[in-house]
Antibody, heavy 120, light 107 residues
């Protein structure tokens, strides 16, 4: 059974570093893109970027380029989303999703989401 | 970026009603369109891909059609468990983009 399990909710202060994770199981992790999707409170879905764990090919939406970093560790089947300096506007739910073996493809399995709250 | 315009943004219908949502793309995306369902407090779930292909296990009351720039999503007979927000997403080009969502409620 394909599963994506994300790390728990985080409460941080502006300016702090944060790294959240997404662990895949039930499939060959290296062979499928992992996407990250933001959902701000009460708002819609925003595609942030993707990584192909097998070769670390990473693409970002222009809206998120330079704001976050996506990485992956195939030895532990885990993808990451990290911020070097959080802002209050980063408060949102963040989902990871398996996006298939092509760089443009549907997201067929999703993690449960990680709620990030940034407040002074 | 390819923009997706979904309408309506919300609707209220009775159990058993036929419900249709539309999604218009700013560029020709052939049939590279997905539909997702997001129930309150839950992660999105893929229902349809390739504009009209039902993901395995998804009830047949859900369907999709369209190509190019105009797409539609239909629930043939609305059920109480279909209360959710529905999103279209294009996967013709990066960055992938979502429509604004349609919130479906029971009248």
């Amino acid at each position: 059974e394909v599963q994506l399990v994300q790390s728990g909710a985080e409460v941080k202060k502006p300016g702090e570093f944060l790294k959240i994770s997404c662990k895949g199981s039930g499939y060959r992790f290296s062979n499928y893109y992992i996407a990250w999707v933001r959902q701000m409170p009460g708002k819609g879905l925003e595609w942030m970027g993707i990584i192909f764990p097998g070769d670390s090919d990473t693409r970002y939406s222009p809206s998120f380029q330079g704001q976050v970093t996506i990485s992956a560790d195939t030895s532990i089947n885990t993808a990451y989303l990290h911020w070097s300096s959080l802002k209050a506007s980063d408060t949102a739910m963040y989902y990871c999703a398996r996006q298939g073996s092509a760089v443009v493809s549907p997201s067929d399995y999703w993690g449960q989401g990680t709620l990030v709250t940034v407040s002074s | 970026d390819i923009q997706l315009t979904q309408s309506p943004s919300s609707l209220s219908a009775s159990v058993g009603d036929r419900v249709t949502i539309t999604c218009q793309a700013s560029h020709d995306i052939t049939n590279f369109l997905n539909w997702y369902q997001q129930k309150p407090g839950k992660a999105p779930k893929l229902l349809l891909y390739g504009a009209s292909s039902l993901k395995t296990g998804v009830p047949s009351r859900f369907s999709g059609s369209g190509s190019g720039t105009h797409f539609s999503f239909t629930i043939s007979s609305l059920q109480p468990e279909d209360i959710a927000t529905y999103y279209c997403q294009q996967y013709d080009d990066l960055p992938l983009t979502f429509g604004g969502g349609t919130k479906v409620e029971i009248k």
